[in-house]
C-alpha cells in the first residue's frame, strides 16, 4: 500500500516537472524594446551583453541588473539558446567575491567570452571601481562554457588603461581585445590588441584609432572585410553608434558611418553583440545593442536588429523593424505584418489634439497627452498575448555625440489603459528627434473579437509623447489557439 503511494507520488511529480519543462511557452519573434523574459517567465537579465557559440547552442553573457540592487556588481549571468529567440537561464557564470576586483562594490561590465577548444572558455570584462578610476582588464576561466567560472586577476594591458571592452575571436582562432583608453586628455584613442595562443592575455597592439574617443566596441567578419562599431561616450544617453571597416584587422580601416538614421541616435542603443547565423540560404548577422535606462537599470532593454554589412561599400546599417523572427537554419529573417490603428481615428479629449506630422503614417498623430488622452476602439485581439506596437513621437532632441549631459531628460512616460483597466502605469518612451517615430511594444492579451480599446495619456499629469498608431501583431507564443 505504501509502496504504491510513493509510486504514485514520484510518478505525480516526474509528470508534473516533466510536463511543465514541455510547456514552456516558446516564443515567435524577436521584439526590439520589449520586456524579454526567459524561458522560466522571468525578466532576462544579460546587459552589455557577448556572445559564444559552442555545439550550435548560442550561449550569451551579460550584466545582472535586478530591481532594489544597489551593488554595482551583482554578478555575469548566462543564458542559452538555439534558435536565438528563447533563452534558457543557465545561472550565474561569474559572482561577485569580497575582498578581490569582482566585490559587489566594484564595476565588472561588457562581459566577452572565449572558447578555447577543447577544455577552457575565457571570460574578459571590463574591471574597475565606481568612479571608473582603475580602468582595468579582468578574467575568469572555467572548464564550462556555463560556468561557474573562476576569477583569475584583473590587469593593465599592456601597461596601459583599459575602459570598455570588446573580444572578437577570428576564423583562424587568434582572438583580439578591443577597447578604448580612457577618457582623460591623453587617452582618447580605441585599440585593437591581439591576445596570446591561449587567450590568457594581451600580447600584440595591432592596431590604433588615434584620437577617435569612442567606446562599447563589437567586431564582425563577413568573407570580405572586418567591422567593427564603436558608441560615442555619453554614458547611458544613446547615441550614433559608428562603423569602420577593413579587409586586414591591422588596417588600413574605412572613414566611418552611422550604422542607424542619426535622428534615432541607433534607435536609442548602445552597441554591444553581433550573431552571425550561417544559415543554409544565406549567412544572416544580428546587431545587439543596449537601450539603457539609467533610472531603473535593471529595467535596460535589449535592441536587437538585422545588420547588413556591405562589403562593396563597406558600409554596415541596421534596419528598423517592430519585430521579426529569425530561421537559423536557413539563415533568413521574416518580417510579420500587424494591423495598424492610426491615433487620428481615434478620439482625443482634454488637451490632446490631432495634428498634422510630415513623417508620421497617415501625415497625423495625436499630441497634447498630458492632461489629455487619445483612445483607440474597434481593436481585434486574439484573447491570447499579443504584442502591440506604439509607434510614438517625442521631439526631445538629445545632446549629441559629445560627452556631458547626463541628468538631462531622457525619456517621457505614459499611462496605458487596454479595455478601461491600467496595463503600464509609467511605460517609458525614450527621446527622439523632431519628425522621427519611434516604437515601444508590449505585451497585451485583448479580449478574443473586435471590440477592444487602447487608450494613452500622460503619466501622472506628466507629457507623453505623441502617438502615431498602435501595430497590432500575432500571438507572442507558438501553442496558442
Ligand atoms: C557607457 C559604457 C557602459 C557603462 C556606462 C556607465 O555606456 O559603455 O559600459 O560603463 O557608460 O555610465
Do not use: C
Not at 535586478?66 to 554595482?72: E, G, P, S
Not at 506630422?357 to 484573447?383: C, D, E, M, R, W
Amino acid at each position: 500500500m505504501y509502496k504504491l503511494t510513493w509510486a504514485v507520488v514520484l510518478l505525480t511529480l516526474y509528470y508534473t516537472t516533466t510536463i511543465r519543462t514541455t510547456l514552456a511557452r516558446s516564443t515567435r519573434y524577436i521584439v526590439p524594446g520589449a520586456t524579454w523574459r526567459d524561458t522560466d517567465g522571468e525578466i532576462l537579465s544579460a546587459h552589455a551583453g557577448g556572445v559564444v557559440q559552442s555545439n550550435g547552442t548560442w550561449y550569451w553573457f551579460g550584466q545582472n541588473e535586478r530591481a532594489n540592487i544597489t551593488d554595482t556588481f551583482s554578478g555575469i549571468n548566462v543564458y542559452s539558446s538555439d534558435d536565438l529567440t528563447n533563452w534558457r537561464y543557465e545561472g550565474q557564470a561569474l559572482s561577485p567575491l569580497n575582498g578581490t576586483a569582482i566585490a559587489p562594490d566594484l564595476v565588472v561590465e561588457r562581459p566577452k567570452v572565449v572558447y578555447n577548444e577543447p577544455a577552457d572558455t575565457w571570460l574578459w570584462f571590463h574591471s574597475d571601481n565606481s568612479s571608473y578610476g582603475l580602468l582595468k582588464q579582468g578574467f575568469a576561466t572555467s572548464p564550462n562554457v556555463t560556468g561557474p567560472y573562476t576569477f583569475q586577476g584583473a590587469i593593465t594591458p599592456l601597461g596601459g588603461t583599459s575602459q570598455d571592452f570588446g573580444l572578437f575571436k577570428d576564423v583562424d582562432g587568434v582572438a583580439y581585445a578591443m577597447y578604448s583608453n580612457g577618457d582623460a586628455a591623453d587617452a582618447h584613442d580605441d585599440l585593437i590588441v591581439r591576445l596570446d595562443a591561449n587567450f590568457t592575455g594581451p600580447e600584440e597592439l595591432v592596431y590604433t584609432f588615434f584620437d577617435w574617443d569612442l567606446e562599447a566596441p563589437v567586431m564582425l567578419r563577413t568573407e570580405g572585410r572586418y567591422y567593427i562599431v564603436m558608441s560615442h561616450k555619453t554614458g547611458y544617453r544613446y547615441n550614433n553608434v559608428e562603423v569602420y571597416s577593413a579587409e586586414t584587422i591591422g588596417g588600413p580601416w574605412s572613414s566611418g558611418s552611422y550604422i542607424a538614421p542619426a535622428g534615432t541616435r541607433t534607435f536609442n542603443s548602445q552597441s554591444t553583440i553581433f550573431f552571425t547565423i550561417k544559415g543554409s540560404e544565406r549567412t544572416s548577422y544580428i546587431y545587439g545593442g543596449d537601450l539603457w535606462n539609467s533610472e531603473d537599470l535593471w529595467d535596460s532593454r535589449y535592441i536587437w536588429l538585422p545588420a547588413f554589412p556591405n562589403d562593396t561599400t563597406g558600409g554596415l546599417t541596421i534596419e528598423w523593424h517592430d519585430l521579426y523572427t529569425i530561421d537559423v537554419t536557413s539563415g533568413e529573417f521574416g518580417y510579420p505584418e500587424g494591423t495598424r490603428y492610426e491615433a487620428e481615428h481615434g478620439v482625443v479629449s482634454g488637451d490632446a489634439a490631432v495634428v498634422v506630422q510630415p513623417n508620421a503614417s497617415g501625415f497625423k498623430l495625436a499630441t497634447g497627452l498630458g492632461n489629455g488622452s487619445v483612445s483607440i476602439t474597434g481593436i481585434t485581439g486574439t484573447g491570447n498575448p499579443q504584442w502591440v506596437s506604439l509607434h510614438y513621437h517625442n521631439h526631445d532632441a538629445l545632446w549629441g555625440d559629445n560627452r556631458g549631459g547626463n541628468n538631462i531628460t531622457l525619456a517621457r512616460y505614459a499611462t496605458l489603459s487596454v479595455n478601461g483597466l491600467v496595463h503600464t502605469e509609467k511605460l517609458r518612451q525614450p527621446s527622439g528627434s523632431t519628425g522621427f517615430v519611434l516604437t515601444q511594444t508590449v505585451n497585451v492579451t485583448f479580449e478574443r473579437g473586435g471590440g477592444n480599446e487602447i487608450r494613452l495619456e500622460g503619466w501622472n499629469g506628466t507629457l507623453a509623447a505623441d502617438l502615431d498608431a498602435i501595430v497590432v501583431y500575432g500571438d507572442i507564443y507558438e501553442d496558442e489557439n
